[in-house]
């Protein structure tokens, strides 16, 4: 009886290989391009803290194989690279020196590069054309990155009046489990000019991709949301967790032009 089931189960799985891949459309190649609306959820921000997000636009370039496994089902992995960040600003307000209040506004634009490999399944609703459905979920490796940020110094004391400007300064991104100590610091530029610091970002991100399509002949286009899953705030440079959890959020439009495959 042991033989016979395994036997069964041997015959069910053969027979469901040769189904699907006697359904199968092809396998083909497609350049990819397109472009990221990026923004970051940030939670446990500490109080005082007036914190405002803004998106970036970046690029997404690379590739995509497209594998049909039935009349309307496709596997599409792709490998990209693929632009995220988001621009922060942080507003504090100090009144440890009535009547006379001191702001001071911190803006910081944060750009993450990663080379990211979305595996996504593509239903069809017309079989080889029509409207498009796909879901998945996507490994990213941090690659690099730039950033820059500025302080503006507000105060109605006469006494500080001096101080009322704007100061930027670049950031440096890296990637790692413990944020740089930053202990040595340069400034490149005159006046106005602050130290070049360095921000660290956990490498790996996971998360899930969604969205809907259409493809027309080679010609595919979607647009969809990219949902982050992993926390790439790193530990303080102590090694010690903060309370601060980041997570990507990122609008996608991309398009395929397919070549002829199999």
Same mark, same amino acid.
């Given at each position: 009886?042991?033989?016979?089931?395994?036997?069964?189960? /041997?015959?069910?799985?053969?027979?469901?290989?040769?189904?699907?891949?006697?359904?199968?459309?092809?396998?083909?190649?497609?350049?990819?391009?397109?472009?990221?609306?990026?923004?970051?959820?940030?939670?446990?921000?500490?109080?005082?803290?007036?914190?405002?997000?803004?998106?970036?636009?970046?690029?997404?370039?690379?590739?995509?194989?497209?594998?049909?496994?039935?009349?309307?089902?496709?596997?599409?992995?792709?490998?990209?690279?693929?632009?995220?960040?988001?621009?922060?600003?942080?507003?504090? $307000?100090?009144?440890?020196?009535?009547?006379?209040?001191?702001?001071?506004?911190?803006?910081?634009?944060?750009?993450?590069?990663?080379?990211? /490999?979305?595996?996504?399944?593509?239903?069809?609703?017309?079989?080889?054309?029509?409207?498009?459905?796909?879901?998945?979920?996507?490994?990213?490796?941090?690659?690099?990155?730039?950033?820059?940020?500025?302080?503006?110094?507000?105060?109605?004391?006469? $006494?500080?009046?001096?101080?009322?400007? $704007?100061?930027?300064?670049?950031?440096?991104?890296?990637?790692?489990?413990?944020?740089?100590?930053?202990?040595?610091?340069?400034?490149?530029?005159?006046?106005?000019?602050?130290?070049?610091?360095?921000?660290?970002?956990?490498?790996?991100?996971?998360?899930?991709?969604?969205?809907?399509?259409?493809?027309?002949?080679?010609?595919?286009?979607?647009?969809?949301?990219?949902?982050? /899953?992993?926390?790439?705030?790193?530990?303080?440079?102590?090694?010690?967790?903060?309370?601060?959890?980041?997570?990507?959020?990122?609008?996608?439009?991309?398009?395929?032009?397919?070549?002829?495959?199999?």
């Amino acid at each position: 009886m042991k033989h016979f089931s395994s036997a069964l189960l /041997l015959t069910a799985l053969v027979t469901a290989g040769t189904t699907i891949s006697s359904r199968a459309q092809s396998v083909q190649f497609s350049p990819r391009l397109g472009l990221n609306v990026s923004s970051v959820s940030i939670t446990g921000v500490p109080s005082g803290f007036n914190l405002k997000n803004k998106s970036l636009v970046g690029v997404q370039a690379g590739g995509t194989l497209s594998i049909g496994l039935t009349e309307k089902l496709s596997f599409q992995p792709s490998l990209l690279f693929s632009q995220k960040g988001v621009e922060s600003e942080v507003s504090l $307000r100090d009144y440890s020196d009535l009547p006379y209040v001191n702001t001071a506004t911190i803006t910081t634009t944060t750009k993450l590069n990663y080379l990211e /490999l979305p595996l996504n399944m593509v239903y069809t609703l017309g079989g080889a054309e029509g409207f498009q459905l796909f879901a998945g979920p996507y490994v990213a490796a941090g690659v690099g990155g730039s950033g820059s940020y500025s302080v503006e110094f507000n105060s109605t004391n006469p $006494r500080l009046a001096y101080l009322n400007n $704007r100061y930027s300064g670049s950031l440096i991104v890296e990637y790692g489990d413990r944020q740089s100590t930053n202990n040595n610091l340069s400034v490149n530029g005159g006046g106005g000019s602050l130290p070049t610091i360095t921000t660290t970002a956990r490498r790996i991100d996971l998360g899930l991709n969604a969205g809907v399509g259409y493809r027309v002949g080679p010609f595919q286009a979607h647009l969809g949301y990219g949902l982050g /899953l992993t926390d790439f705030e790193p530990n303080d440079s102590n090694g010690n967790a903060t309370d601060t959890q980041s997570h990507h959020r990122v609008f996608q439009l991309s398009a395929n032009y397919f070549l002829s495959g199999k």
